[in-house]
């Protein structure tokens, strides 16, 4: 009886340490550098929780799309997101977010209202990219944690959600899901002007300036 009992016990044991290791395999910090692969734009396409108030803030978008990309100072990024709430609601805009490592802090100013987010993320299947948000209260409190997968076409393979789930499970995520849908809101943003286009405007401007005469000397 001894015996089967410590044969159990080396068993649960294996069952742990096998457990563990997966974990360790399946969730590895993805450092953030000049050379980071997370700039570009992503679509949401699924996300889990930790707290059940969190639920349904997520389930109000309808689908998400952020834009990542490097500033001028190694230690910030850019962060131009839009979100359709409803079915005719969009709403977007801009942020920074300081980096160091894994992490991210960003304050989101939306309608007004000033939010805060703790960032990290983590190493994922290709063309995805994998980031925990910790939403922080105004005495910096955790209010709960975000996992999101972005990818940059908002597809997935079957394989690579059920790699997602096994990681939200590692990271203690409640094993339920909000998917992000396709119809994205359109980017609001200012295209840059060509810099050919810019020479041209500035001396078509020039030209006028010396066929009028001021106003001051009439």
Same mark, same amino acid.
């Given at each position: 009886m001894a015996s089967q009992l410590v044969v159990a016990l080396l068993a649960l044991a294996s069952l742990? @340490?096998?457990?563990?290791?997966?974990?360790?395999?399946?969730?590895?910090?993805?450092?953030?550098?000049?050379?980071?692969?997370?700039?570009?734009?992503?679509?949401?396409?699924?996300? @889990?929780?930790?707290?059940?108030?969190?639920?349904?803030?997520? @389930?109000?978008?309808?689908?998400?799309?952020?834009?990542?990309?490097?500033?001028?100072?190694?230690?910030?990024?850019t962060i131009y997101w839009s979100d359709r709430l409803g079915e005719d609601r969009c709403l977007q805009g801009i942020a920074n977010a300081t980096i160091s490592g894994m992490t991210?802090?960003?304050?989101?100013?939306?309608?007004?209202?000033?939010?805060?987010?703790?960032?990290?993320?983590?190493?994922?299947? @290709?063309?995805?990219?994998?980031?925990?948000?910790?939403?922080?209260?105004?005495d910096g409190k955790s209010k709960g944690r975000y996992l999101f997968l972005f990818t940059r076409t908002g597809t997935l393979e079957s394989s690579e959600l059920e790699t997602f789930k096994k990681q939200a499970e590692c990271l203690k995520f409640y094993p339920e899901y909000h998917f992000g849908g396709t119809e994205l809101c359109p980017d609001e943003r200012e295209p840059a002007t060509p810099a050919a286009e810019t020479t041209e405007n500035t001396e078509n401007t020039e030209n006028n300036q010396t066929d009028v005469e001021p106003t001051a000397a009439k």
């Open positions: 742990g @340490a096998a457990s563990e290791l997966d974990c360790k395999d399946l969730v590895k910090p993805l450092v953030l550098d000049s050379h980071s692969p997370i700039y570009g734009k992503w679509v949401l396409h699924v996300g @889990a929780w930790d707290q059940p108030g969190l639920k349904n803030d997520l @389930a109000t978008v309808n689908s998400s799309w952020v834009d990542l990309s490097p500033s001028s100072d190694n230690g910030v990024m991210s802090h960003t304050t989101f100013i939306i309608n007004g209202h000033t939010s805060y987010h703790d960032g990290k993320y983590y190493e994922t299947c @290709a063309d995805c990219l994998l980031s925990e948000d910790t939403t922080l209260l105004p």
